[in-house]
Every structure is written in C-alpha cells, then in structure tokens.
C-alpha cells in the first residue's frame, strides 16, 4: 500500500469518527455534546486569532472584543429587543427581524473585520508587549460600552443582555428543535455540532492555504523581522492589516454561531478572562501551528468542562470553597504555567524545518573567517 | 469650583495608588522587559492580609494606627515573599524562551493568584475595618479626609526614599547596571539574579503599601480588586515611560487626575449622554493616545527597537 492509499484512510477514518462523535456522545446526555459544541466555538476563535498572533506575530489581547461583535449583532439582528425598544421599527417589521443564517454569518464577519481593521490601523507601529496593552484597552472599552449602552439609546440592553435569539434554519432545517432521520433522534445540539464542524472545517483549510500562500509567507516574514520583511517589498501596513481583519472575521462569525446557539447573550461572557483563555489555547497548543492549536482550544474547553461534572464531591468535601467553577479556573492557571514552563513552544509545536539539527550530514563544517 | 477642587484632591489620592503600583511594573520591565500582569494581584492579596490582620486585631483594643501599621507590615511581608517566589518559579526558567512563554506565565499566575484567594478569603467583597477616625477638612470648598492626607504624604516620603535608594545606594546603582545590560553588569561583579529578585521584592513592598491604602481609602477588599488598578498602573508606566522611575509617579498622578476629572464632567461635557460609569475607559483611551502619539511616553527615551 502506499503513502497517499495511506493518508486517504486516514482521512476516512478521521471523517466517520468525526462524524460519529456527538451520536455517541448523546448517549450519555446532551450535556457532553454541548461541550463539544462549545469546544468547537473555541477552536474557531483560536484559529482566528491564530492568524494575527501565530502568523502574524501581533500579540492581541482584545480578541474576544470581535467576538462580541459578532454575538452582539445576531442578537439585534435575530431578537425581538429592536423592535420592542423602537416603535418604528416594529412598524416597519411587523413580524419583528428574522435575519438568516445565509445573511448574518457574512454580515457578522464583514462588520468584525471592519472593526479589526479599525483597531489595527492606530496601532501598527506598536509592537509586541505595547500592542498586547492597547489591544487590551480596546477590548475592555467594548466592553465597557456594551454594558452601558442601555441609555439613553437602548442598543444593548445594559448587563441585562439580549435574549430569545433566533435559532439557525437552513432550508426548513430548524437546529433549535431536535429532529429525527432515518429513526435516529437528533437533538438540537447534535445539529449545531455538525453545522460548527462543517464551518471548522473551511476555517481550517481557509488557514491552511493562507499559511501556505503568499499572504502568509509575508506574515511570517513580518513575524521574524519586520524590518527585513519590509526591505524585501513586503507592504508591511497592508499586512498587518489584513492580519487584524482575518483573524476578527472568524472572531465574528464565532460570535454569530455562540448568539445563537446559545439563545443569549451578555456582556459578561465577553470578559477580559476569555481573551485571556483564547490566548492561551494559541500558545500552549503550539502557536502558528493549526493541529497545535486545535488541540490547545480543545484541551482549555473541553477538560475543565469535564471536571465540571466530577467536582461535585470535591465540592462537598471543602465546604462549598471549591466549587466547578473555581476548580476551573485553578486548573486553567495551573496549565498555563506548567505547560509554559516545560515545554516553552507549546504542545505541538511548528516542526522545525530548514534548521539544521546538530550532527546532520549537511551541517556546515566549523565557520570560517571569524576568529582563524 | 468646589467639584473642580475635589475632583483634584480625588485624583491625587487615586493616582497615589497607580503611582506606587506603576513603579512596581516599570522597574520590572525596565530590568527584565516583562508586563508583571501578576502585580495588580500582588496588590489585592496586600490588601487582603491586612484585612485578615486587622480583623483579627479589632478585639485587643490597641490603637487604630498601631493596627493599621501591623497589618501594613504582614503584608509588605507577605507580598515581598510572593513576589520573590514568583519571579523564582514562573520567570526565570523562562528567561531565554520566546518573549509570548513568560507572558502567559504571568497571566497564569495572576489567574492563579485570583484564584487562590477566592479559595481563601471567599469570593464576596468584605467591609475593610475603620482603623483611624476619618475627620474631615475643608479646602477651598472641597473635603479632604484624614486618610486621605495620609496616604498622599506616606505616597511623598516613599517615592522620595526609592529615588534616593535607586539614584544613591549600591543597590540602586547595581540595579540600574542591570537594567542597562545584565552581561556587562554581571562581568562588573553585580549579580544580576540577586538585583531582579530584589527589584521584584521592592516592588511587592510598593504595591502592598499602595493595596493597604486602596482598602483603607474605598473602605472594601476582594479578591478582583486588585485587577483594574493593576491594569490602569500599567496604564501609568507607559504614560510616564516604561522603564523610567520618574515617569511611573508623574504618569500615576497624571491618570489619578484625568480620570477623576474625567468621571466629575463627563456628564456635563456629554449633555448627560454618557455617566459617570465610563470612568474606566479614560485609562485605555489615554494610553491609546499616548503609545500612538508618544510610545516613548513623557519622559521615555526613544529607544531603537523593543520588539
């Protein structure tokens, strides 16, 4: 048998487990397919911003603020909360606003681009811990606003949030409610796990061919040496921007599929914390590496979520002190020390091509004309 | 008038404390070129000592400022210790490793620290005790409180002594070698370890004072509290210049002001649109304009490439 024979049985093999996951997983209760579901939402954020920081080499610290756009305009988009608040607009939407899915997914990434190409634009000549800072801010300000918003415009509702946001139909296919096919019982959140690995798997090829364009040799170039990159013709601010608005778009359409999926949004789920988290998913997984990041986003997302269901007696033992949540954020805090420590690069690390490895037959004898 | 000269008076004390804790993270990155995310933590376990200390403290009957001064004492050692340990444990092993490795260390350790706290002291915001009978003076109109007073000598007299122990001692002279370039110092006969972990032991000792004052002056201590001021301190140090001593008290007390005015005339400069509740954005927009107008900062140097 050979190589490719090899390879596309791999592919089969990963496609069938792929797509039995969740049926398998029902079984044991919808929780643990939301899981999966919530952990594929981290992927695709960490696959956003693997572009502006793994490829590009731009520390952002604000990424979450994109995802909250996103979110945020499904629920306008797809809530009662418009025309409840404006009698104008009730009347020209009698039925109140169903925008769909084939609208809003592109609507929510060309408005988060828009807004990363905004932010990145005052930002370009700042670099590395600088840009973390300020990109930081820019998040916290969104946030700030989204949570103040509520007057004297009511646009977001304030901490409240907006809720009964529209579940996604594609084609009478409604994922809100759960389905039945061929006598096997689909719930809704099974539906939602195909639809976000259908749309995790164009992100990756997306990123996939980005890397191996020359889009993104150029980022890569601005990432080791933005001086040389720029001798080399390499229109540096072009770049960068469309660094930031790459990496915001899947931040938004992220944020579209969680506003839905989850029927609500606030805007406590867009904390500092969760920048924080999807940073870390980038790094411990093995930063600018698409394999190592999808499995950072789904090491961060998906275990302490498990741990969830065994802290119970954990819990009972230390007198409520250490409840799931907290248990989570320990372990989070733990692993990211740890694993930062042990292995600096990440898990699964870019391997190291064109460096030659000490002792390999074509390693350059001992360098001349320095000191002879 | 009066509001002008209270929000002044407000400002001070609130950029007391950004200064103290922004000479924390200037020094640290001036030597080793690390955001201590960590140190805003270091300054809510501060706090949160002394509010165990003097809590348990209330029933001997001593005097207030005795308990004050104990309990400001327990945390100085307390924070020193921890900052030492956590530069040992999640920096330096990570002195060499790419510059995003002790980044998220640090961010993992100011989770962690949060965390632990929450675990220690419960997650709900605790009364801080009334240790000195706060009696208030009038100036021109406005209030001014004796902790307040308080705080913004002890502020004068502690940056006067880090000036002069950085400027004039063997320390602040080895310390500034460091910063300079730790080879060559180390070849000098400076230890350059033994300078960063005192540098980060000053620095805790700075941001406890300044966690202490926090309580003291807002009156509640939690285990987020120390998160934001952290943040807006840093805010500071960029705004004064990183890696400069002078800049980190001028940028603290620049931002106590701007946001204290800020939060006193939003209301009126916006014709009642936006409150009070924007307070904390003033931060982020400064240091927006400040990195994209000015990165050096006001009294930075510009220096060729920090990348």
Avoid at chain 1, 265 to 280: R, T
Wanted: charged share 10%.
């Amino acid at each position: 048998m050979n190589l490719r024979d090899n390879k596309l049985i791999t592919f089969i093999i990963a496609g069938v487990l792929l797509l039995i996951t969740p049926l398998i997983a029902q079984q044991f209760g919808n929780a643990w397919v939301r899981i999966i579901d919530i952990a594929l939402l981290y992927v695709l954020l960490a696959l956003g911003l693997n572009i502006v920081v793994g490829y590009a080499g731009l520390l952002d610290l604000g990424y979450v603020a994109f995802y909250a756009v996103g979110a945020y305009m499904m629920g306008l988009l797809a809530s009662p909360h418009l025309s409840q608040t404006f009698p104008g607009f009730a009347a020209t939407f009698p039925n109140g606003l169903h925008t769909p899915l084939w609208l809003v997914i592109p609507l929510g990434a060309l408005l988060a681009g828009v807004f990363g190409v905004a932010l990145g634009a005052p930002t370009l000549k700042l670099r590395g811990d600088y840009l973390a800072i300020v990109t930081l801010g820019f998040g916290e300000i969104i946030r700030v606003f989204l949570t103040n918003l509520d007057a004297p415009v009511n646009v977001t509702n304030g901490p409240k949030g907006l809720s009964q946001i529209d579940s996604f139909k594609v084609l009478g296919y409604d994922f809100g409610k759960p389905h039945s096919l061929f006598g096997l019982e689909i719930p809704s959140v099974t539906g939602y796990y195909y639809l976000f690995l259908a749309l995790v798997i164009v992100s990756v090829i997306i990123c996939h061919r980005l890397e191996q364009s020359r889009i993104g040799r150029a980022w890569m170039a601005i990432r080791e040496d933005e001086v040389a990159a720029k001798a080399m013709g390499i229109n540096t601010r072009n770049m960068k921007l469309l660094a930031f608005g790459m990496g915001a778009t899947f931040g938004g359409v992220s944020g579209v599929l969680f506003a839905s999926f989850q029927g609500f949004v606030s805007p406590e789920s867009f904390s500092l914390h969760e920048s924080v988290m999807i940073v870390a998913m980038v790094v411990l997984g093995g930063i600018g590496h698409i394999p190592g990041v999808i499995l950072g986003a789904l090491l961060l997302a998906a275990l302490p979520e498990v741990l969830r269901h065994v802290a119970g007696p954990l819990q009972n033992m230390t007198d409520g002190r250490l409840d799931s949540a907290i248990l989570r954020q320990l372990l989070i805090a733990f692993a990211m020390i740890a694993i930062m420590l042990s292995r600096p690069r990440g898990l699964w690390p870019v391997p190291e091509h064109g460096r030659i490895r000490p002792g390999s037959p074509d390693q350059d004898p001992a360098p001349k004309g320095t000191l002879s | 008038m009066d509001i002008f000269i209270q929000q002044i008076i407000n400002g001070l004390v609130l950029g007391s404390v950004y200064a103290l804790v922004a000479l924390g993270y200037t020094m640290v990155y001036g030597i080793i070129n690390l955001i201590n995310f960590a140190h805003g933590e270091v300054l809510m376990v501060g706090a949160l000592t002394s509010w165990t200390v003097a809590t348990s403290m209330m029933g001997l009957g001593w005097p207030g400022w005795v308990v004050l001064f104990i309990s400001l004492l327990a945390a100085i050692v307390v924070c020193s210790v921890l900052n030492f340990s956590i530069e040992k444990v999640a920096y330096r092993p990570l002195r060499t490793a790419p510059r995003l490795a002790p980044l998220i260390t640090a961010m993992g350790m100011s989770l962690l620290l949060q965390t632990l706290a929450m675990i220690i002291w419960k997650p709900n915001p605790k009364p801080y005790p009334i240790l000195i009978p706060s009696e208030p003076y009038e100036i021109a109109g406005a209030v001014i409180n004796t902790i307040q007073i308080i705080i913004l000598v002890t502020t004068a007299v502690t940056l006067a002594g880090l000036m002069y122990l950085v400027n004039h001692t063997k320390l602040g002279r080895a310390m500034r070698a460091t910063a300079e370039n730790p080879k060559v110092a180390g070849l000098m006969g400076v230890r350059p370890d033994m300078v960063i972990s005192a540098t980060f032991i000053i620095g805790a000792a700075l941001a406890a004072l300044a966690g202490v004052m926090y309580a003291a002056n807002y009156g509640s201590v939690q285990h987020s509290m120390g998160f934001l001021p952290g943040l807006k301190a840093f805010t500071a140090a960029v705004f004064g210049g990183i890696g400069n001593l002078a800049g980190a008290m001028v940028g603290g007390v620049l931002l106590g002001l701007i946001e204290a005015m800020g939060a006193g005339y939003i209301g009126d400069l916006t014709g009642g649109i936006l409150g009070s509740h924007y307070q904390d954005i003033f931060a982020f927009i400064v240091l927006i304009l400040v990195l994209t107008l000015r990165p050096q900062g006001l009294l930075g140097e510009r220096v060729a490439d920090r990348a």
